[in-house]
């Protein structure tokens, strides 16, 4: 295999593995920093070796090995840990005879995920909830700090400086290493339902590359989210966001045509949406409005997305009861990303006209000023409106701030057709 093969396995390996890997290590040294620095280690040991031994048969348990291997040595060299290390010591010369499966089910507590553990310390009260965010998104998400930062729509600098601060604050703090139960735990729930969705987020909708989905993260925050549901089974908003998420996902395939090309909500054939993950997300649905009272955040977008997923085509869509929705959600969880969203709403329920000044509103907005999709709406709706040269400069601008390779494109492509005096297709 040639090098540059090598570095793209190793690159995925650590994406879908990285996760589990700092999880299963901050149960051994009870530090989220240290055990994030031992899978580092991990990594750069396949770095030296793969290339010169090829890529193992199973490359994540290969990276599990040798940083648990690394955690040893390190208790080993701490005396006042020597307790621990030996303990720790005698389990995995058991768990090395194990198979993988065995030696995970092993590790698993009363709540049966090591991840969720893992999410439930970063999202210790001890922290900000602006750091219990982007802290949790760094171990579990396998992001980069930038991609974190621009779902955080912050500068990279101040993002990393959170995270550090965040990992040294947790060191200092001795947070133990385990999932909470009673009223803290009921604390700490908005943080991570708020951690599930970005992540989701940015596997339906990647940040930066060549790909326009990744999948893995959508499933892991499916899973994660379908776990917090059987942990909090009389929390409306857990229900909301696995409804949410469920909706979203189920319009997977459709939203990828041909050499990976992005296909937008109203060109997509809707017979390729996932019946199931429709019916499992209005179930969930359900569930949240069962429980009673007002709906939250995630319960109201899982409704919009409902909304979507009853209409058999794009025409049959119930426009005004979205509109009135985002009306809803920009009174319950105010943000200029809710208002770009509403004004979309707004520009399909009641004209292009209407929509644009809700839009125009937020062009003075600070936290929008590199959010590539409020010139990206503004385009098509001054497109909608035949403006089509000031369209054109939109979608440029739009193109210009994004880094997914796939969402620069179609962009570019909406950008020509206006020049060429056409309306693109929506």
């Not at 890529?55 to 020597?82: E, K, S, Y």
């Not at 709906?295 to 009135?324: F, K, N, S, V």
């Not at 062009?363 to 040269?389: C, F, I, M, N, Q």
């Amino acid at each position: 295999m040639a090098s540059t093969d090598i570095q793209r396995t190793i690159d995925a390996v650590w994406r879908i593995e990285s996760a589990r890997l700092i999880a299963a290590l901050a149960r051994i040294v009870r530090d989220v920093g240290l055990a994030e620095d031992l899978a580092q280690d991990a990594l750069v040991a396949a770095l030296e070796r793969w290339p010169e031994t090829g890529v193992p048969d199973n490359p994540g348990a290969w990276l599990m090995t040798t940083a648990r291997h690394r955690a040893i040595d390190h208790l080993r060299r701490r005396r006042r840990f020597a307790e621990r290390q030996a303990e720790i010591g005698r389990d995995l010369e058991v768990r090395r005879d194990l198979a993988t499966d065995e030696v995970e089910a092993a590790l698993d507590d009363d709540i049966g995920d090591d991840l969720l553990r893992l999410m439930f310390t970063a999202c210790h009260p001890v922290l900000a909830t602006e750091a219990r965010v982007a802290l949790t998104l760094r171990l579990l998400g396998g992001l980069t700090t930038d991609e974190i930062a621009r779902a955080f729509l912050v500068p990279e600098a101040t993002l990393a400086q959170r995270i550090v601060r965040a990992k040294r604050t947790l060191a200092e703090a001795r947070v133990p290493f385990e999932v909470p139960r009673g009223g803290e735990r009921a604390q700490r729930l908005a943080s991570v339902l708020e951690v599930v969705y970005l992540i989701f987020n940015e596997g339906y909708l990647a940040t930066a590359g060549s790909d326009w989905l990744r999948p893995a993260l959508c499933e892991e925050a499916l899973r994660l989210g379908r776990v917090l549901a059987g942990l909090a089974p009389d929390e409306p908003e857990v229900h909301g966001l696995v409804a949410l998420m469920e909706l979203q996902a189920s319009r997977a395939r459709a939203r990828v045509g041909p050499g990976g090309v992005p296909v937008l909500l109203l060109e997509q054939d809707r017979s390729r949406w996932d019946r199931l993950l429709i019916r499992r997300g209005l179930a969930a649905l359900a569930r949240a409005e069962a429980l009673g009272g007002a709906l939250g955040p995630y319960a109201l977008q899982a409704a919009i997305a409902a909304c979507h997923a009853r209409a058999l085509t794009a025409a049959e869509t119930d426009w005004a009861r979205i509109a009135a929705l985002y009306d809803a959600l920009a009174q319950l969880a105010p943000s200029p990303v809710v208002e770009l969203n509403r004004a979309v709403a707004v520009g399909m329920a009641f004209g292009p006209a209407a929509g644009l000044e809700v839009a125009d509103a937020l062009t003075a907005e600070p936290a929008l000023r590199s959010y590539h999709l409020l010139p990206s709406v503004r385009g098509d709706l001054l497109a909608k409106l035949g403006r089509l040269a000031e369209a054109r400069t939109e979608f440029e601008r739009a193109a210009g701030l994004t880094r997914n390779a796939q969402e620069q494109a179609l962009l570019l492509d909406r950008a020509a057709a206006c020049a060429r005096g056409e309306r693109p297709r929506r």
